[in-house]
Structure formats: C-alpha cells, structure tokens
C-alpha cells in the first residue's frame, strides 16, 4: 500500500537547478527515514541522500554541497533540490523507502554541457 510518486526532472544546463519531488502514500513521513537514489545509463544504482524520521541528512561525497534533502511532513513529500547540476549528475532519480522495500517510478534528469 506504500506509493512513492517523483516528479520535477527535466533537462538542465550545466550550472543550472532542478527540484524533484517524492509524494508518499501508506507511510507517515515523520515516522520514517526517506532516501534519494539515481541510476545513470550503464551503471548501477546509487545511493545518493536520506532524510530521518527526525529530519537529519546525510549525502553521497560527489553530492555534499550542492544537493539538500528535505521534507514537508504535512504534505508528506520529499524533495532533492539539485544546485549546480553538472553533466555527470544525469540519471533517473528515485525515491526510496527501505521499509516497504518500495521505489518510485524515477524521475529522468539531464544535464546538457
């Protein structure tokens, strides 16, 4: 009954910003730790941010300082803003929830140079 629904991607130049959003259902989010993963064309998924229950953050190195994880647990959504997006961010992004062992449908991101 968890649904994760992304939603914000598009295509960006180098140096430019996106917002991707996660709208959750089944789950109350101030109850549980949400994470952000993106897989790139030919390469296996990674993990790139989590939001606790308590709203700490952790990020991926090659993300810290350009990325922020947050979440609006009236609304019960998630968002990944994307700051000084560089090609090499390009992937499907997904939402995540460990519990449920539930994904998102991905949200396509593309950095042009």
């Known amino acids: 009954q968890v649904q994760l629904a992304e939603s914000g991607g598009g295509l960006v130049q180098s140096g430019g910003s996106l917002r991707l959003s996660c709208a959750a259902s089944?789950?109350?989010?101030?109850?549980?730790?949400m994470h952000w993963y993106r897989q790139a064309p030919g390469k296996q998924r990674e993990w790139v941010a989590t939001?606790?229950?308590?709203?700490?953050?952790a990020y991926v190195d090659s993300v810290k300082g350009r990325f922020t994880i947050s979440k609006d647990n009236t609304k019960n959504t998630v968002h990944l803003q994307m700051n000084s997006l560089k090609p090499e961010d390009t992937a499907v992004y997904y939402c995540?929830?460990?519990?449920?062992?539930?994904w998102g449908q991905g949200t396509q991101v593309t950095v042009s140079s």
């Open positions: 939001i606790t229950s308590g709203g700490s953050t």
């Open positions: 995540r929830h460990v519990q449920s062992d539930s």
């Open positions: 089944g789950i109350i989010l101030s109850r549980n730790h």
